[in-house]
């Protein structure tokens, strides 16, 4: 059976200065709100439950005004009887200001209301409910509800439980935040992090006990490999279906953990993040940040590890991928990008940059590994190094300077072949490479100017000057024996070439040393 709130609910609702017997009752939510009762149902039921807290458990369906507790069940019961077409929404918007708030909970709840029930729950508990609730606050106002609200005189009892200002991950993740640390897949953010907590566990900083690394996004092998260097160094590493452990419910004991203050001083790994929360939901990650934020308010910390985006910003950097949401909710974000992927040495470079801090962490930070074909997981981590700022930036210099090369590869090739011909001056050259490779003059001249200089290096190539008339010429430079057949010079009969020792400038011809004398 269907109730509908009636004007003697609404009056029920008592405000501050309600009257004693014998004086003028007080205005309803309905006089103050001005609302013609039969119209506005929705308006008057928002009223109603501005004064009852979501933030309660769930219940058995019923609403108990004796202790007015356990009574979220029976509160959204009572609003889908009421067949408000906007009932379900307000109850939505009501449950979400719990940090208790689960989406599959709510609708599971929702849908289980029996109208047939004999005795249903009616609206009417919900606004006795919300009017006992009132007059335990004391009627309080908007200025009484603040101050009641305020953490002033909180400072002492918070510095107390506050976690010591250190590392988990040196220069990088702070004791008591929120971490995220975005690379694309390859590049090395399990690797670099698993090699500073074993740094930090053994450099006494950091209690391997209480450090859960959830390795929720690899191979069997991997799993075996990482979780015996786990076990080596002794942090606790959990792995998806062995020994009863359901990733699936992992955030919701990460919650239950800061409710029931045991969060403290526990360090919780996501790796990777995509396989708690979906990165692409605005409402999955902003419930997932209001939980981990939750955890992190209790002592606890987390550091999340994720993908970036497979397109790069419009300098050629990596970005998160996803939305906004985690990188917004979280303390510190680092981008991860390779400086140096070598083939053939097997020498990797990862730059760590900063995008959001807070607290004194590294802007920017680099470590290199080495790959080795054939070689271990322990191998590559023990290859893990810290590397100086200088010559990370000197490596990153080569590896951009590096692939611009490749990208500019044919109209450095075509500048080359037209400068062996007979060509007058630069504009004409820039013209004839223009024609020969396709590519606008306006380009070809960037090139040519890019790969011009003094003298001839790795991305120097020729020189352009100023001739007759003030024409500019390009001018190719020669290296030290280019003048020289080549055949000549590795010939080891040739007295020109520097290793035959019949060379008279050889300081190995014993004709060249001081004091040598021939038949010695």
């Known amino acids: 059976m269907t109730k509908k709130v009636t004007e003697e609910m609404l009056r029920s609702i008592t405000f501050k200065g309600s009257s004693s017997e014998g004086q003028k009752p007080a205005p309803s939510k309905l006089d103050l709100l001005g609302l013609d009762f039969e119209q506005n149902q929705a308006q008057a039921l928002r009223a109603a439950l501005a004064e009852i807290s979501s933030d309660v458990p769930r219940g058995n369906g019923s609403i108990d005004l004796g202790t007015c507790d356990n009574y979220w069940q029976g509160t959204m019961w009572a609003i889908k009887g009421l067949n408000l077409p906007e009932g379900k929404e307000i109850a939505l918007e009501w449950s979400k200001q719990s940090n208790r708030f689960d989406s599959q909970g709510f609708e599971d709840a929702w849908n289980s209301y029996d109208p047939k029930h004999t005795n249903p729950i009616g609206i009417g508990s919900v606004f006795k409910l919300a009017d006992l609730l009132k007059e335990r606050s004391g009627g309080q106002g908007f200025i009484n509800k603040m101050q009641a609200w305020s953490s002033t005189g909180d400072s002492e009892s918070m510095r107390k439980a506050m976690l010591e200002d250190r590392f988990v991950l040196e220069d990088i993740a702070i004791f008591g935040q929120w971490t995220t640390l975005y690379a694309s897949h390859g590049v090395g953010k399990t690797l670099i992090t698993l090699n500073l907590l074993r740094d930090a566990v053994k450099s006494g900083s950091l209690d391997g006990q209480k450090v859960f690394y959830v390795n929720a996004d690899d191979n069997y092998k991997g799993s075996v490999e990482k979780l015996a260097i786990a076990e080596d160094f002794g942090i606790e590493m959990l792995l998806p279906n062995r020994n009863g452990f359901d990733p699936s419910l992992l955030i919701a004991e990460m919650k239950s953990a800061a409710q029931n203050d045991e969060a403290h001083g526990i360090v919780v790994i996501l790796d990777t993040l995509k396989k708690f929360v979906d990165l692409m939901s605005k409402t999955e990650g902003t419930q997932f940040g209001k939980t981990v934020r939750q955890f992190i308010q209790a002592g606890g910390t987390t550091i999340g590890l994720a993908h970036t985006n497979k397109h790069a910003d419009s300098e050629g950097r990596s970005i998160y991928s996803g939305t906004t949401d985690i990188a917004d909710d979280c303390d510190c974000v680092f981008i991860l990008e390779k400086a140096e992927d070598d083939n053939a040495s097997g020498t990797q470079i990862v ?167 021939v038949g010695d």
């Open 351 to 517: 730059e760590f940059r900063n995008q959001k801090a807070r607290g004194d962490v590294a802007s920017e930070k680099s470590f290199g590994y080495t790959k080795r074909q054939g070689g271990s997981y322990a191998e590559l981590l023990d290859s893990v190094t810290v590397l100086d700022p200088e010559f990370t930036e000197q490596t990153k210099q080569h590896a951009k300077k590096e692939k611009l090369y490749y990208r500019d590869k044919v109209i450095i090739d075509a500048i080359r072949e037209v400068a062996e011909t007979d060509v007058p001056d630069l504009t004409t050259l820039i013209k004839r490479v223009s024609e020969d490779s396709g590519k606008s003059i306006e380009k070809c001249r960037t090139i040519a100017t890019r790969y011009s200089g003094e003298g001839l290096d790795e991305f120097v190539f020729w020189k352009i000057s100023k001739g007759k008339n003030n024409l500019k010429t390009l001018e190719m430079h020669t290296s030290l024996f280019e003048d020289a057949p080549l055949e000549n010079l590795e010939n080891p009969e040739n007295p020109e070439n520097p290793e035959n020792p019949e060379n008279p400038e050889n300081p190995e011809n014993p004709e060249n040393q001081e004091g040598a004398f």
